[in-house]
T-cell receptor, first 113, second 118 residues
């Protein structure tokens, strides 16, 4: 049972454009929502994370928007670069499960020159 | 930042043999470690949660006798795939949560170990 639903499955964006990836969850007990970036053959690396008491968080070109009432959150990558081409996973966790991460299915992002 | 090291990064073995994968937290103590499995072009699926000094908690559908997990110290957890078969070929990734990490939820991931069973 997928606890976090992610879309789109794949995304192609031109260099300089904005990449937007969306996620939705059902379990209101989740209280930590990270985004991970993964390159082929590598482990995932934390990009940015947010808690439900905040509606937006920005770190450099990466922004998380969080809508608690809609149980949705999204990742925006501004000024997308070819080096951003990777697979992105949203995830959710809660303290009750020791913060074991429930991952979305991933979005394969390709940024064209 | 916190570093989690996995070894080996890749391993090829014959069907029926056992393979051990190590996960070490290099610069912090990890009360809890998680083991994930990832098939090509798919998401990470949680296999088990490993707490130092106690038995691992396995997710539904994961055979505890096949995937042996040991978390003997605050910096080391091991995953042993016993009697490996070709269907066990996958990318195994561990992650660790720092001791005293409070409720930050932040997990640090290893680089993964690619297992190929012939």
């Amino acid at each position: 049972q997928q606890q976090v639903k992610q879309s789109p499955q794949s995304l192609i964006v031109q260099k300089g454009g904005i990449s937007i990836i969306n996620c939705a969850y059902e379990n209101t007990a989740f209280d930590y929502f990270p985004w991970y970036q993964q390159f082929p053959g590598k482990g995932p690396a934390l990009l940015i994370a947010i808690r439900p008491d905040v509606s937006e968080k920005k770190e450099g070109r990466f922004t998380i928007s969080f809508n608690k009432s809609a149980k949705q959150f999204s990742l925006h990558i501004m000024d997308s670069q070819p080096g951003d081409s990777a697979t992105y996973f949203c995830a959710a966790s809660m303290i009750n499960s020791g913060y074991a991460l429930n991952f979305g299915k991933g979005t394969s992002l390709l940024v064209t020159p | 930042g916190a570093v989690v090291s996995q070894h080996p990064s890749w391993v090829i073995c014959k069907s029926g043999t056992s393979v051990k994968i190590e996960c070490r937290s290099l610069d912090f103590q990890a009360t809890t470690m998680f083991w994930y499995r990832q098939f090509p072009k798919q998401s990470l699926m949680l296999m088990a949660t490993s707490n130092e000094g106690s038995k691992a908690t396995y997710e539904q559908g994961v055979e505890k006798d096949k995937f042996l997990i040991n978390h003997a110290s605050l910096t080391l957890s091991t995953l042993t795939v016993t009697s490996a078969h070709p269907e066990d070929s996958s990318f195994y990734i561990c992650s660790a949560r720092a001791q005293g990490g409070g409720n930050t939820g932040e997990l640090f991931f290893g680089e993964g170990s690619r297992l190929t069973v012939l």
